[in-house]
């Protein structure tokens, strides 16, 4: 069963909102979202007289940033830092306090915990009558409003608190209430309206004053999701390209494995299979990484449908029941009844049609009763294709017409009423032109009228008339010129700022994407020794940097950043290509550069940052960075096995074993020594595992000494 549509453990401020189950069990994790909202976006955003506020305020979001990476660390800090609160503490920061630990507590698959702080927080918010926050909950309300009259009714709620919405400051209220919009529209199978709603998110993510990333991200991995249920894998591919446009695996580890089961959905939609299993090996090893139940429990479900498409059958069992038994475990219905489906057809391959087909049918039944049509479809798809294949044509003859019938329900009326809204639309268009032509029409007439009653007067001044001309038209050209002048000038403007970063005026990522895709086309004579030196990837990260904007100020921060672009602009080639990756992240791309250059040029990246203080006004500032490197191709292995993207993830994690080994240095990966068929599986998710076996040559690159600090 391949069901992209319910990646548990979203915590993002876009995840659509899928379970319309009566149970408590769904609308608590739904509501739970709206919760994590308040706290990322909300109540972040209010102004802080009081420096106590300020202070807790600063170390709540300390332990969110703590929790993006490990979220059981998160989890420990946050429940210290709430029992260490005074009776008198703000009201807002235990608002906060309860909001983050709740969502935390839901990633950590401990759910009745997280529905104890739920109420906890329902509670507080309406005894501090906060209006942001209440407006968060009545713009849930409308699930339960959908579930007990329809869709109707429950957009009639949602339009009746438009308004309110309207004239509420916080980013964060506009966000969640066109969210939900798009979550019904999509329900609803109203994809066009979703995606209205989803790009009316990305403006709002420009107003956010923190978390911006996350929410990018989020948004992104929900348009990807949307494109999903449009059966449109081309496009969802490219939205999870924008995700990842802005952050990396190290900086938002929970959203980089929403995005990798996307994409590992998406190439299973376009018959990658081998590279979607890479997605969701990637997933499933972050999530056991962070102890995230929820994205564990999903990935090992789309591993299992992996090895249903390559009849594995026997694999393909024991990763189902293993998802299984973990949403069990975390009391997630609809985690049990998809991995349910996918151990019936399991079952089924391996001749166990009846046992098979028995636990398929339970999990239709669910499906059926939480109106959730988009499952159910592709559910039958593939249960039509088990009896097919066991020679049971008239039960896969019965299931296909099922199957037809829902497909015409969600996708032709849905197309018939965007073709509709197009129509109106364009009819609208067509009047509008009518009116105006028929206006210009009549002014026309009128002048025409007017320029004969003056025809004589005309005639006498016409030797006056043409000096004016002239000068006229003189002046016209001056300011035409000069307007183009202007416009050539924007235009110039409007291009570099596409692809480059404002405050560096370094490359972007976006810029980096579309040179590597028209990259010359790679073809095996290129990769031979000798023949053409390889190209090279340096992925750097400044050290400590959140201590250095926390300690000095964002200000600071932001000179600091310039100040690491000028630096490495000094020690590249002019043919080397300098990219801010994002945040605090750098990028180099050194083409056609030999191993002795690369690891000379690292040495001059680590000694040009690090050797010298930063000087910001009376401040002397030490900064230092941590990089990871590597050539493309790797080690001779073919591009259609480990391309720059695969190549590029690897120096990441090679960046990561620096800071985990003490920073100021870098790591870079040599050649493999064993054949790559064996090595780059391990080498792709775990790069500690294939340095301890011996599977690959590792550079490591010193950084200068540091001088002992005392700030």
């Known amino acids: 069963m391949r069901h992209p549509f319910n990646l548990a453990g979203n915590l993002a401020i876009c995840s659509e909102d899928k379970k319309l189950d009566a149970s408590s069990d769904e609308k608590y994790n739904s509501l739970l979202q709206i919760i994590v909202l308040a706290a990322l976006l909300l109540i972040g955003n209010a102004a802080q007289a009081d420096s106590d506020l300020t202070t807790d305020m600063a170390r709540l979001d300390a332990i969110q940033a703590v929790a993006d990476k490990n979220n059981d660390e998160g989890l420990r800090q946050l429940i210290e830092f709430k029992n260490k609160l005074p009776s008198n503490v703000d009201p807002k920061v235990r608002l906060e306090t309860l909001s983050i630990l709740s969502g935390l507590y839901y990633d950590a698959g401990k759910g009745s915990l997280g529905k104890e702080t739920v109420n906890e927080f329902n509670a507080l918010a309406k005894t501090m009558r906060d209006e942001d926050a209440l407006l968060l909950i009545e713009i849930f ?49 109203k994809f066009d309206e979703a995606l209205k709603q989803y790009f009316e998110m990305l403006k709002l993510t420009e107003r956010l004053t923190k978390r911006q990333v996350q929410a990018r991200m989020g948004t992104w991995s929900a348009i990807s999701t949307l494109y999903l249920q449009m059966k449109d ?82 694999r393909a069992e024991m990763y189902a029941r293993d998802a299984m038994a973990k949403s069990e475990a975390i009391e997630d219905k609809w985690g049990v009844a998809g991995a349910r489906v996918n151990v019936g057809f399991a079952l089924g391959g391996q001749g166990k049609i009846a ?59 849905d197309r018939a009423k965007a073709v509709a809204l197009l129509q109106e639309q364009f009819d609208a268009e067509h009047r509008k032109k009518q009116i105006e032509i028929l206006a210009k029409d009549n002014a026309l007439k009128d002048a025409d009228i007017q320029n004969h009653r003056l025809q004589q007067i005309v005639a006498l001044l016409a030797s006056l008339v043409a000096l004016l001309a002239g000068a006229f038209i003189y002046m016209l050209y001056r300011r035409s010129k000069k307007l183009n002048e202007q416009l050539q ?55 400590h940097f959140k201590h250095i904007n926390d300690t000095w100020g964002h200000a600071v921060g932001d000179i600091v950043l310039k100040e690491v672009a000028t630096r490495l602009r ?30 000379s040029l690292v040495e001059r990246v680590l000694i040009a940052i690090g050797d010298t203080p930063f000087a910001v006004g009376a401040q002397h500032i030490p900064v230092t960075v941590t990089a990871g490197f590597i050539s493309v191709p790797f080690s001779d292995v073919p591009e259609d096995v480990c391309d720059w993207e695969r190549a590029l993830q690897i120096a990441d994690m090679a960046l990561y074993l620096g800071k985990t080994h003490g920073r100021n240095r870098a790591y870079g990966l040599s050649r493999l020594l064993v054949n790559h068929e064996e090595a780059i599986p391990t080498l792709t998710h775990d790069l500690a595992a294939a340095i301890q076996h011996n599977m690959v040559d590792v550079i490591e690159v010193l950084g200068p000494v540091q001088e002992p600090s005392g700030g």
Not at 493 to 521: K, W
Not at 570 to 592: A, T, Y
């Open 233 to 314: 894998p081309e496009k969802a591919l490219d939205a999870t390209t924008e995700a990842l446009a802005g952050s990396s695996m190290t900086i938002a580890p929970k959203a980089y494995i929403e995005i990798c089961i996307s994409r590992g959905v998406a190439l299973t939609m376009l018959k990658r299979n081998d590279d979607a299993l890479k997605e969701y090996q990637t997933a499933l090893k972050i999530g056991r990484e962070e102890n995230l139940p929820y994205t564990v429990a999903s990935a090992l479900f789309n591993i299992a449908d992996q090895y249903l498409i390559k009849k594995d059958f026997k």
């Open 570 to 599: 000094n020690v590249v080639r002019d043919e080397d290509m300098l990219m801010r990756w994002g945040g605090e992240e750098f990028l180099i791309f050194s083409p056609k550069s030999n191993p002795e250059q690369i690891t």
């Open 355 to 413: 046992q098979g087909a028995e636990l398929v049918n339970q999990s239709l039944d669910y499906f059926r009763k939480i109106h959730a049509t988009t499952d159910v479809e592709v559910i039958l798809g593939e249960f039509s294709m088990m009896y097919e294949n066991a020679g049971m044509y008239k039960e896969a003859l019965a299931l296909v017409r099922e199957q037809q019938k829902l497909s015409d329900e969600i996708f032709r009326s």
């Open 141 to 189: 309300d409308s699930f339960d409003i959908f579930d007990k009259s329809g869709g109707a009714d429950a957009f009639a709620h949602l339009e009746k608190l438009r308004s309110r919405v309207v004239k509420s400051n916080s980013a964060g209220v506009q966000m969640r209430f066109h969210s939900t919009l798009a979550s019904l529209y999509s329900i609803t199978h």
């Open 489 to 543: 000038e924007v235009n110039l403007q409007l291009e570099f700022h596409a692809v480059r970063d404002p405050l560096t005026g370094l490359h972007n990522r976006r810029s980096f994407i579309a040179l590597m895709a028209a990259r010359p086309g790679r073809v095996e004579v290129e990769r031979r020794e000798g023949h053409v030196n390889p190209d090279c990837m340096i992925l750097l990260d400044i050290d």
